[in-house]
């Protein structure tokens, strides 16, 4: 499956983007599916996941009530959708899939390229 993650961009803190991720290759339902995030100079951290069908949810507690996570299987789509937007979440964001799980600890067999979002303060 190829992913093509896109939505990413300038924002100020208290905004809100809407971030996309989509699947082609092969139906989105087959996947677990997560999105991850890079700062400068940090490491790739979790973000949020959501199962084949988009019945179970997981997030990071750094965006636990501000990130929404969920996915259009007739669309091939995944989308994150970002509220209250801080400094801190300035980041490439990249989706990954995976056809035997989902959740902070998978290891993700296929990912997109990212895209960036900058929150200015």
């Known amino acids: 499956v190829q992913l093509q993650a896109s939505g990413g961009g300038l924002v100020q803190a208290g905004g809100s983007l809407r971030l996309s991720c989509a699947a082609s290759g092969r139906p989105l339902s087959s996947f677990g599916m997560g999105w991850f995030r890079q700062a400068p100079g940090k490491e790739r951290e979790f973000v949020a996941a959501?199962?084949?069908?988009?019945?179970?949810?997981s997030y990071a507690d750094s965006v636990k009530g501000r990130v929404t996570i969920s996915r259009d299987n007739g669309k091939n789509t995944v989308y994150l959708q970002m509220n209250s937007l801080k400094p801190e979440d300035t980041a490439v964001y990249y989706c990954?899939?995976?056809?035997?799980?989902?959740?902070?600890?998978?290891?993700?067999?296929?990912w997109g390229q990212g895209t960036l979002v900058t929150v200015s303060s």
């Open positions: 959501i199962s084949w069908s988009g019945g179970g949810t």
């Open positions: 990954a899939a995976d056809a035997l799980g989902w959740g902070p600890k998978i290891q993700y067999d296929f």
